[in-house]
């Protein structure tokens, strides 16, 4: 296993770095593909996960615990909370809280069908509520979703916490053999190549950031050092385990963080942002099931490909590190749980994220000094710190560009440590503990991985050929989902007599048959 990923990883390594046009003219091929011909498959696996999510949560299964029925959870709920949202979005808000709605105010088809002119208070809403729409339930019922099968078949079946585990209602022992590695190498590719070009294109904003505050250079030199202190970084934090480094820099991401949100809010528009928070809950609620179906049905208009099928891809392919990520630091709480608080609080987390800094940035362009479109058609990477000095209050806004750029950094670091963790636990069969020479291999390897790509220019061919496997990844997702629902209803543990309350009372926790080597 771990062979055939190392090869795996090699290959397209270097197929990227030989042939750069070729590799990217065939990933973005396929990625372009997938767009025009699944579009519409991916708006309703979406959809489905998401109504499957909410029946599980809601089930007379919803009190089975993930474990025995004696474990407890490991972690405290705030701890879990800053581990799960550091790991899957934290990084990605960072660099679209402020750009997404600001390059939605310009024009969308929301608005068009709306009649809503472009740069008017109106379009800013539409904007807030298609950025909130790609970053909550929809997006968090497939990472939890995920994590929720897997915690599933590792603690309650006793089976490893790999993806092929929630595989063996149907397979059986066959998990171990083909098939299984073949799931396996899917979710490594997905894992490692995701989290490689997260971090390779991330390093633009750190570089932007450490211009804007030092005036260093913007170049990929700069950018290489970066991706190795980062990588570094993030292989000590993995190395130190969940208990120390991971969860400490969770806690200090949710921190630091939170101050960073107190500047916009008081600083900032307060009383427009007080509005704007239940207007945009109530704007999002409304619309949610409309837009969760919605097709667009002019096929030469591009957009939906851009942006939400674009999203949609991105959290299938990341569906199996987040997943299986959720499901280690999830053991102990119940499906009702997990399933709770990892999709409704996340969203809300994600949700005000995007309502303060974003409802901030668009205050200002309407209301403010303005001209943060021209800074987000011109440089992506810089619109936050424009935003922040936008703010005017000068004696602030270095010690606030600083400590963003420290949050991104920070935010970055926790999503390569998880990575590296997510990965080693795959290849040793869902070893809580991985080896630890094995993390200091695989956490290099992520950061030569991403500076590679990064010099040679193929990091935005992977990010496509890592979409392209949301694909493949969606279909063994729907399957899993069958395998969960299988496992509830035939087991006779959960089978409850009309004297008796259905939810479990005696686990009978089977460990799987030893891995043959």
């Given amino acids: 296993m771990t062979i055939a990923s190392l090869a795996m990883v090699s290959a397209f390594v270097l197929f990227s770095v030989l042939q ?8 973005n091929g396929v990625k372009q593909w997938i767009t025009a011909n699944f579009g519409w498959y991916y708006i309703a696996a979406v959809a489905v996960i998401f109504v ?6 809601f089930s007379k299964f919803g009190d089975v615990r993930l474990g025995k029925d004696t474990d407890r959870p490991e972690f405290n709920n705030f701890t879990w909370f800053a581990m799960l949202f550091s790991a899957a979005v934290g990084t990605g808000l960072m660099f679209w809280s402020i750009a997404e709605p600001l390059t939605y105010l310009q024009g969308n088809p929301f608005a068009e069908m709306a009649q809503v002119a472009p740069g008017t208070q109106e379009a800013a809403q539409i904007a807030m509520r298609i950025t909130i729409f790609h970053w909550g339930f929809n997006a968090w019922s497939v990472y939890v979703l995920v994590g929720l099968i897997l915690a599933y078949f590792a603690y309650r079946k006793g089976l490893p916490l790999t993806i092929r585990s929630a595989l063996y209602p149907i397979l059986g022992k066959r998990i171990y053999g083909p098939i299984g590695h073949a799931v396996d190498l899917l979710a490594i590719f997905s894992t490692l190549f995701g989290t490689a070009t997260t971090l390779g294109l991330g390093v633009s904003q750190m570089n932007a950031g450490l211009n804007y505050l030092f005036g260093i250079e913007i170049n990929s030199v700069n950018q290489l050092i970066l991706i190795v202190v980062v990588g570094s970084v993030a292989t000590f934090s993995a190395v130190s385990g969940l208990q120390k480094g991971i969860k400490l820099l969770s806690q200090w991401n949710v921190r630091i963080s939170s101050i960073l949100f107190l500047f916009f809010v008081i600083a900032g528009p307060t009383a427009y942002l007080f509005g704007a928070f239940f207007t945009n809950l109530g704007d999002y609620l409304a619309n949610f099931v409309s837009m969760s179906l919605w097709v667009d049905p002019q096929p030469e208009r591009q957009w939906q490909g851009w942006w939400t099928i674009f999203y949609w891809a991105w959290w ?3 569906g199996p590190y987040v997943g299986i990520f959720i499901a280690r630091i999830s053991k102990g709480r119940t499906i009702r749980e997990l399933m709770l608080g990892g999709i409704v609080s996340s969203t809300l987390g994600a949700f005000t994220w995007i309502t303060i800094m974003g409802g901030t940035a668009s205050f200002i362009e309407l209301h403010g000094v303005g001209g943060l479109t021209d800074v987000v058609n011109e440089n992506l990477t810089m619109v936050l710190y424009s935003t922040i000095e936008a703010i005017n209050v000068h004696w602030l806004t270095w010690p606030m560009a600083a400590l963003a750029t420290l949050m991104i950094i920070s935010w970055f670091v926790t999503s390569a440590d ?5 990965i080693c636990t795959i290849l040793s069969m869902g070893d809580d503990h991985p080896p630890i020479r094995m993390r200091v291999v695989w956490g290099a390897g992520l950061g030569v991985v991403a500076g590679i790509l990064l010099m040679a220019g193929g990091l935005q061919g992977l ?4 979409i392209a496997a949301a694909l493949p990844f969606s279909l063994v997702l729907i399957v899993m989902g069958y395998c969960l629902m299988k496992d509830l209803y035939t087991s006779t543990e959960y089978q409850a007599s009309p004297s008796q309350d259905p939810a479990p009372k005696v686990n009978k926790f089977k460990p799987a048959p030893a891995l043959s080597k």
């Avoid at 750069?20 to 990933?27: E, G, K, P, Q």
């Avoid at 990010?463 to 890592?466: N, P, R």
Wanted: glycine fraction near 0%.
């Fill in 316 to 318: 299938l392919s990341w």
């Fill in 52 to 57: 499957f999510s909410v029946w599980v949560t």
């Fill in 418 to 422: 998880s990575a590296t963790l997510v």
């Fill in 20 to 27: 750069i046009d070729l590799a990217n003219t065939v990933y």
């Fill in 463 to 466: 990010q496509a050929a890592s």
